[in-house]
């Protein structure tokens, strides 16, 4: 299963985003081959839509959960259509690698 991590940077050592549609990166994390991919969001400056524009993003990537900080509630009705669970984590002082070993 592939896991989507909001991120405030693209390396392992970089913190949790709390922000989903405006996060500066999305990790890809394979739960199956252990690969990791790191793509910027292309949305964290748009002026609107960027919550939505950010589902089809990671939804386009194949992944079954998400997690972040918090997600606004135009994107949560669309992680339920399309079937993809979200967790939330509250400690923003958390690292990517961190993330990693709890999946």
């Given at each position: 299963?592939?896991?989507?991590?909001t991120s405030t940077g693209n390396t392992p050592g970089s913190?949790?985003?709390s922000?989903?549609?405006r996060c500066a990166y999305f990790v890809i994390y394979d739960t199956q081959s252990k690969s990791i991919e790191y793509i910027p969001n292309p949305n964290?400056?748009?002026?609107e839509g960027?919550?939505?524009?950010?589902?089809?993003l990671v939804a386009s990537?194949?992944?079954g959960k998400v997690v972040s900080g918090e997600f606004g509630a135009k994107?949560?009705?669309?992680?339920?259509?399309?079937q993809i669970q979200l967790i939330v984590i509250k400690d923003q002082e958390k690292t990517i690698?961190?993330?990693l070993d709890l999946l």
């Open positions: 299963m592939k896991v989507a991590i913190f949790l985003d922000r989903f549609g964290k400056d748009s002026l960027a919550g939505p524009a950010s589902v089809q990537k194949g992944v994107v949560k009705s669309v992680f339920d259509r399309l690698k961190e993330i």
